[in-house]
C-alpha cells in the first residue's frame, strides 16, 4: 500500500568492513614499530641493519592507511548521494501519501494511529495532528467494536491482507459505512523497536446506494436539558471544542488544559457530570480536553439554543458557575508557598470535587500521571514522586488495585 524508502544498510556494512580492516593493518604497523622500538632499546645504538627495515615499515604502513582514507573517502561520496536520493524518495512518498484521493492510515498493531493522510483527516472529521497517537477504535461505533477487535486479531493470524466492510463513526458527522482494505506489514523503522509489525489501512466510502442512512452520531440520545445529543468518548480521546457550542457532562470525567510557552500542559481544570465547558467560557489561547475515564458522554449545546431558550439558559448558570469556582480553587492551589501544601491543597480539592467514599477514606476515581499533578502544582515529577511516597509512608493515602489515591482522614 505504500513505498518503503532505500536502505543504507548494505552501504554502512561495507563501511564497517574497510575500518576494520584499516584497525587491523594500524594494529599490525603498531605491533612492528613496537618490535623494533625493543631492539633499539636494547642496543646502546640503533644497529644500521634496523634503518631500512624501519622505513620500509613505515612507508608500507603510509601506503595502506592513504589507500584506506582513499577508500572511505570515496564511499563517504556514495553515501552522500544515497543519502539525497533518499530524502528524494521520502519527499514523493510523503506527497503521494498526503494527496492520495482515498483515505490513507497507518497504525500499530492494535490500531493506534501513527500516520493518516488529508483524506483520512477528511473523512474522519479530524485535523491531520489530532489523529496521531488516537486509537482508530473511537472512530468506530460502540456496537461494532468487539467485532472489529475480533477481526483485527484474526487479521494479525493471517499476516496477509483483508478487505471487509464496517461502520464509521466521523466526528461530529453522521455514520457512513466504508470498505477497508488492510495490511499487515514489518515495521522497519527505528522507534518500531518491540513492534514487529503495523497495520496499512486504504479506507474508501461505498457508493451512495449502498451506503445507509445511519442515525446521527454514534450512541446519540437527548439530553433532558437542551435536547443536546449525547456524544461518546472513551478513555485518553482528545474532544473537540465547537465555537458555537458549549459541552455538558452527562457521564464520567474530562481533563481541561492549556501549554506553556514551553510546550508543557497545564492542568486548568477537571470536568464531572453537569459541569459545563467549552472554547466559548475561555479566554485561553490553546484549550484542550481529554477523556479521563472509561466512557465519557457530553451534551452538546449551541449557543443559539440557549439565547432562544431561558429556561435552559438558567439551567446551565449553575453548571457554569460551578465550574468558575473550580478554576478560582485551582488559582488558590497553585499560590500556596511550599509544594507539600501545593500537592496536600490539589488533593483535597480532588476529593471534594470528584471523591468517592471507601470503606477505608475517598478515592480519586481517576489516575493522573505524577506529570499531570506536577503541572496543577507548579512543580516538577520528581518532587511529586517523592512527596508521594512520603504520604504513603505516613499513611495519609494509599493505592487500590487500580492505582487510583485513597486518601485517608
Known sequence: MTAQPPSLGKNFDVNNATLEKLLRHMTGMNGRLSRLYEAANVSPAIPIELVPTAFKEVGMASEELQVAIEELQRQNNELVGLQQQLVQERDRYRELFELAPDAYLITTA????????????????????????KPFLSFV?????LLWQRKI??????????????????????????????????????????????????????????????????????????????????????IPCKADAIWQVQEGLVKLSTF?????????????????????????????????????????????????KPELAQSLLSDISQRLQQSEAFLAVAGRRRV????????????????QPVSNGVRIPVRLTHEDLANACCTTRVTVTRLLGKLQQQGKITLDPKHYIILHD
Open 141 to 145: 461505533p460502540l456496537e461494532h467494536r
Open 153 to 238: 486479531l484474526q487479521l494479525q493470524s493471517m499476516e496477509r491482507s483483508q478487505d471487509w466492510e464496517l461502520p464509521l463513526q466521523p466526528r461530529e458527522d453522521s455514520c457512513v459505512t466504508v470498505k477497508a482494505t488492510v495490511s499487515v506489514v514489518p515495521n522497519t523503522g527505528p522507534s518500531t523497536e518491540g513492534e514487529p509489525y503495523c497495520l496499512q489501512w486504504l479506507i474508501r466510502s461505498l457508493p451512495a446506494e449502498r451506503n445507509p442512512v445511519k442515525s446521527l452520531i454514534a450512541g446519540q440520545s437527548r439530553s433532558a436539558v437542551g435536547d443536546a445529543s449525547v456524544h461518546k468518548y472513551v478513555k485518553g480521546e482528545l
Open 260 to 308: 506553556s510557552e514551553n510546550g508543557e500542559e497545564v492542568l486548568v481544570g477537571i470536568a464531572g457530570p453537569s459541569m459545563a465547558f467549552g472554547s466559548g467560557l475561555t479566554s485561553l489561547h490553546v484549550y484542550q480536553v481529554t477523556a479521563l475515564t472509561d466512557e465519557v458522554q457530553l451534551g452538546a449545546i449551541t449557543w443559539q439554543e440557549i439565547a432562544t
Open 110 to 133: 492494535d490500531g493506534v494511529i501513527r500516520e493518516a493522510n488529508r483524506a483520512a483527516a477528511s473523512l474522519l472529521n479530524v485535523a491531520q495532528r489530532f489523529l496521531v497517537s
Open 340 to 355: 507539600q501544601d501545593r500537592l496536600r491543597s490539589f488533593l483535597l480539592l480532588l476529593k471534594q470535587e470528584i471523591g
